[in-house]
């Protein structure tokens, strides 16, 4: 086993592609997929599944990867200190249900640590592609919530795909309304009064599923209803429209503005927020450091969890 090898997988991963990879270290197709079924072999394991669709990590393929990355991290550390090398481009994804504070997080990230070159991504996605982007690796962190009506499905893909939830904080439900809305002054806010209001909530694909909507009390109906993609457009709308939308009630001022608030929900709903990773898999430096920055951006005083 080698650090170019390992360099290969790493590379393999990001990309989800043998030939891009390929391209990216300026190697050939047949060289790189030789390169990493010989280690294969070596280390007697699958690391990436072949199909006709592609190439995936297999769960084995996941927790190596973790590993990889530590070791590249820690090698690239030596050379830097010794040999006066150009640090390599640094790589990290995160897949989000839509919450301004794992932006937050994801800016303090890269002011931190963003060295002259970096390829890092933030996804904000649909609740069953957080799963699948961070158990197939895409992404090394996802964000989402469980409370008691989703949790017995969302755990159960959680532990198939080997992943671990990790909770960040529990909050009662809010909606989320224009500073304009008659209802953003009040100290809470009742079903029957929101009747008359838009409710704003985010689009979730072919897994449409109640269990996967991103908005709690996702069984009840409405009489006006607005599905949307996007948080901007999703706040467009509470202010033009003078709709709402049900979530945790943290909201970011420097991000969103003054012109949304917060409204606590008169119900017993309680969201646990966490993220996600692979089980078996050690975070990498820039995993660990947004972690960090997810965790200094909900326990910020005055903070409305």
């Not at 294969?40 to 006709?52: D, M, V």
């Not at 002011?111 to 970096?118: I, L, N, T």
């Not at 709690?216 to 003078?242: E, P, W, Y």
Request: glycine share 4%; charged share 20%; net charge negative.
């Amino acid at each position: 086993m080698t650090l170019q090898q390992l360099k290969y997988v790493i590379e393999v991963a990001n990309r989800g592609s043998m030939n891009e990879a390929a391209k990216r270290l300026f190697i050939s197709q047949p060289s790189l997929s030789n390169a990493i079924r010989e280690l294969e072999e070596e280390l007697r394991i699958t690391i990436f599944e072949r199909t006709n669709k592609g190439i995936a990590l297999s769960k084995a393929g996941a927790e190596f990867l973790g590993y990889a990355r530590q070791v590249i991290e820690q090698a690239e550390l030596l050379e830097n200190r010794y040999l006066n090398a150009k640090p390599s481009p640094q790589h990290f994804s995160v897949s989000t249900q839509h919450y301004a504070f794992a932006v937050n997080a994801f800016v303090k990230l890269v002011r931190e640590h963003g060295q002259e070159e970096y390829e890092l991504a933030l996804r904000e996605t649909k609740t069953h592609e957080i799963i699948q982007d961070v158990r197939s690796q895409r992404s090394e962190i996802g964000i989402l919530y469980v409370n008691e009506f989703n949790a017995k499905v969302i755990n159960r893909l959680l532990k198939d795909a080997n992943l671990a939830f990790t909770s960040l904080f529990t909050a009662k439900a809010h909606i989320f309304v224009s500073v304009h809305n008659p209802l953003a002054k009040q100290a809470v806010a009742t079903l029957d009064q929101l009747q008359e209001f838009p409710y704003l909530y985010f689009e979730q694909g072919e897994y449409n599923s109640f269990h996967f909507a991103e908005e709690i009390l996702s069984t009840l109906s409405h009489q006006k209803s607005i599905r949307v993609n996007d948080r901007a457009t999703l706040f467009n709308l509470l202010i033009g429209l003078n709709g709402y939308t049900i979530s945790t009630g943290v909201l970011s001022a420097d991000l969103n503005g003054n012109e949304i608030v917060p409204v606590p929900l008169a119900s017993d709903e309680t969201i646990h927020v966490g993220w996600i990773c692979h089980r078996n898999a050690a975070l990498s430096k820039l995993g660990v450091a947004y972690v960090e920055a997810l965790q200094e951006a909900v326990a910020v005083p005055g903070s409305s969890v």
